[in-house]
Protein backbone atom coordinates (compact mmCIF):
# COMPACT_ATOMS: atom_id res chain seq x y z
CA UNK A 1 0.00 0.00 0.00
CA UNK A 2 1.56 3.53 -1.06
CA UNK A 3 1.87 6.22 1.20
CA UNK A 4 -0.69 9.01 1.54
CA UNK A 5 0.67 11.83 -0.72
CA UNK A 6 2.94 9.61 -2.26
CA UNK A 7 3.41 8.45 -5.65
CA UNK A 8 2.36 4.68 -6.61
CA UNK A 9 5.16 2.70 -6.72
CA UNK A 10 6.83 4.01 -3.61
CA UNK A 11 8.17 6.93 -5.49
CA UNK A 12 8.90 9.59 -2.34
CA UNK A 13 7.20 13.06 -2.84
CA UNK A 14 4.03 14.97 -1.81
CA UNK A 15 1.77 15.80 -4.20
CA UNK A 16 0.06 18.60 -2.81
CA UNK A 17 3.41 20.65 -2.34
CA UNK A 18 4.09 19.78 -5.79
CA UNK A 19 0.33 21.41 -6.70
CA UNK A 20 1.06 24.08 -3.74
CA UNK A 21 4.65 24.76 -5.96
CA UNK A 22 2.91 24.50 -9.77
CA UNK A 23 0.14 27.26 -8.83
CA UNK A 24 2.61 29.49 -7.23
CA UNK A 25 4.26 29.34 -10.24
CA UNK A 26 1.66 29.99 -12.44
CA UNK A 27 0.53 32.94 -10.31
CA UNK A 28 4.19 34.45 -10.59
CA UNK A 29 4.30 33.92 -14.40
CA UNK A 30 1.05 35.80 -15.07
CA UNK A 31 2.03 38.37 -12.62
CA UNK A 32 5.24 38.71 -14.72
CA UNK A 33 3.55 38.97 -18.01
CA UNK A 34 1.23 41.53 -16.42
CA UNK A 35 4.20 43.91 -15.93
CA UNK A 36 5.66 43.05 -19.14
CA UNK A 37 2.45 44.04 -21.26
CA UNK A 38 2.96 47.62 -19.85
CA UNK A 39 6.53 47.80 -20.19
CA UNK A 40 7.65 50.12 -22.63
CA UNK A 41 10.44 49.28 -25.17
CA UNK A 42 11.94 52.11 -26.79
CA UNK A 43 14.59 52.14 -30.18
CA UNK A 44 15.87 54.29 -32.75
CA UNK A 45 17.77 54.05 -36.11
CA UNK A 46 19.14 56.22 -38.45
CA UNK A 47 21.58 57.54 -35.86
CA UNK A 48 18.42 58.71 -33.71
CA UNK A 49 16.13 60.75 -36.91
CA UNK A 50 13.57 58.06 -35.89
CA UNK A 51 12.53 56.08 -32.25
CA UNK A 52 10.04 53.77 -32.17
CA UNK A 53 8.34 52.82 -28.69
CA UNK A 54 6.12 49.52 -28.76
CA UNK A 55 4.72 47.89 -25.30
CA UNK A 56 5.43 44.37 -23.50
CA UNK A 57 1.85 43.63 -25.60
CA UNK A 58 3.73 44.36 -28.73
CA UNK A 59 1.99 47.56 -29.47
CA UNK A 60 3.37 50.29 -31.00
CA UNK A 61 2.99 53.33 -29.00
CA UNK A 62 4.90 56.02 -30.30
CA UNK A 63 7.04 56.82 -33.14
CA UNK A 64 9.13 59.99 -32.95
CA UNK A 65 10.77 61.34 -36.34
CA UNK A 66 13.35 64.31 -36.50
CA UNK A 67 12.63 66.63 -39.36
CA UNK A 68 15.58 66.03 -41.40
CA UNK A 69 14.57 62.25 -42.33
CA UNK A 70 11.00 63.49 -43.57
CA UNK A 71 12.51 63.50 -47.55
CA UNK A 72 9.43 63.46 -49.93
CA UNK A 73 12.00 62.60 -52.23
CA UNK A 74 13.29 59.44 -50.12
CA UNK A 75 10.19 57.63 -48.31
CA UNK A 76 11.74 54.81 -48.70
CA UNK A 77 14.49 55.55 -46.72
CA UNK A 78 12.15 56.70 -43.98
CA UNK A 79 9.81 53.56 -44.56
CA UNK A 80 13.35 51.51 -43.66
CA UNK A 81 14.25 53.18 -40.80
CA UNK A 82 10.55 52.92 -39.56
CA UNK A 83 10.84 49.37 -39.63
CA UNK A 84 14.42 49.24 -38.43
CA UNK A 85 13.68 50.91 -35.55
CA UNK A 86 10.15 49.39 -34.87
CA UNK A 87 11.86 45.26 -35.25
CA UNK A 88 14.17 46.35 -32.86
CA UNK A 89 12.13 47.57 -30.14
CA UNK A 90 10.05 44.61 -30.56
CA UNK A 91 13.20 42.43 -29.73
CA UNK A 92 13.82 44.12 -26.96
CA UNK A 93 10.66 43.61 -25.90
CA UNK A 94 10.88 39.74 -26.65
CA UNK A 95 14.46 39.23 -24.95
CA UNK A 96 13.47 40.86 -21.47
CA UNK A 97 9.95 39.00 -21.69
CA UNK A 98 12.20 35.22 -22.27
CA UNK A 99 14.92 36.72 -19.13
CA UNK A 100 11.86 37.03 -16.83
CA UNK A 101 10.11 33.40 -17.59
CA UNK A 102 13.47 31.91 -17.89
CA UNK A 103 14.05 33.50 -14.36
CA UNK A 104 10.82 32.35 -13.39
CA UNK A 105 11.11 28.71 -14.56
CA UNK A 106 14.83 28.38 -13.58
CA UNK A 107 16.16 28.33 -17.08
CA UNK A 108 14.21 25.05 -17.59
CA UNK A 109 13.11 24.99 -21.20
CA UNK A 110 9.95 24.11 -22.34
CA UNK A 111 7.59 24.53 -18.93
CA UNK A 112 5.74 27.26 -20.75
CA UNK A 113 4.20 24.91 -23.08
CA UNK A 114 4.78 27.29 -25.87
CA UNK A 115 2.64 30.20 -24.53
CA UNK A 116 3.42 33.90 -25.40
CA UNK A 117 5.18 35.20 -22.83
Given amino acids: MAK ?5 GGMPGNMNNLM ?3 QRMQKQMEESQKELEVKEYTA ?10 VTGKREITK ?4 EEVV ?9 DLVMAA ?15 MSKLTGGLGGLSGGLPF
Fill in 71 to 79: DPDDIEMLE
Fill in 44 to 53: ASGGGAVEVT
Fill in 63 to 66: VKLS
Fill in 20 to 22: KQA
Fill in 4 to 8: RGGFP
Fill in 86 to 100: ANEALRKAEADSAAV
